[in-house]
């Protein structure tokens, strides 16, 4: 009698093990498809958003042609030719260019800045010149520079979008010209805090006197440099 029920339990075990055998396997079969599938789409975006975009080796800067095809908008900034993890200068200054294969700079659609070298972000000093020819600064165009510590768009510069210049937290200088006449209420300066804008309580706004830019700076309580 012993025996015979060892050798039911014996069966039984069997069976359950099995079934979980199987049900393990299929799951690992389901999460393997679904790893794979996950890969594809993020290679393609990948190659979508890199290989595919048009890129200015000379600056190290992704572009799109707009306005029928007679003016340039830079969409992409490709750090990781820029430094690597031997880049050993604390002090780094990246420009937007004038004017690509001969036709002008008009629009910043985004850039984005990452620190890919050894040197702590804390111990980086990045500068980002935007030239004169640039008009807009598109919304959400500027988010996140990490390690970029001054912006200066030059005299030409027209207007700045919402969130142009969002959540740049090394930021501690922005140079904004005469020439921009329309800054959104939250355009530069501002951080994300408990999904809270707050303001860069060490960010300098330089701007001329009675211009857009200072009274932007005055109105959302930024230190204001005359220049």
């Known amino acids: 009698v012993i ?3 060892i050798i039911i339990l014996a069966v039984v075990v069997g069976v359950v093990a099995c079934n979980a055998f199987k049900t393990v396997g299929s799951v690992i ?5 679904g790893v794979s599938i996950f890969v594809e789409d993020n290679e393609s975006k990948y190659n979508s958003d890199s290989s595919e975009r048009n890129y200015d080796r000379a600056s190290h800067f992704y572009y799109q042609e707009i306005n029928d095809g007679s003016e340039i908008e830079i969409t992409g900034y490709n750090y990781m030719d820029t430094f690597d993890e031997t880049f050993t200068d604390k002090n780094f200054e990246i420009r937007v260019p004038n004017e690509i294969n001969g036709k ?5 659609y985004e850039i984005y800045v990452y620190n890919y070298s050894n040197i702590d972000t804390d111990d980086l000093n990045m500068k980002l010149i935007i030239p004169g020819s640039v008009k807009n600064i598109e919304s959400y165009a500027l988010w996140g520079l990490e390690g970029v510590t001054e912006i200066v ?8 979008g919402d969130y142009a210049v969002y959540n740049c937290k090394y930021l501690k200088k922005i140079t904004i010209p005469e020439s921009v006449t329309y800054i959104d209420d939250v355009g530069v300066g ?12 060490d960010l300098v706004i330089v701007a001329k006197k009675g211009s857009t830019a200072e009274k932007y700076a005055q109105d959302n309580g930024f230190k204001v440099e005359n220049n």
């Open 3 to 5: 025996l015979g029920i």
């Open 29 to 33: 079969g389901g999460v393997k498809e």
């Open 104 to 108: 002008p700079v008009t629009s910043v």
């Open 153 to 160: 768009f030059e005299d030409g510069v027209e207007s700045i």
């Open 190 to 201: 501002y951080l994300d805090s408990n999904e809270e804008n707050v303001i860069s309580k």
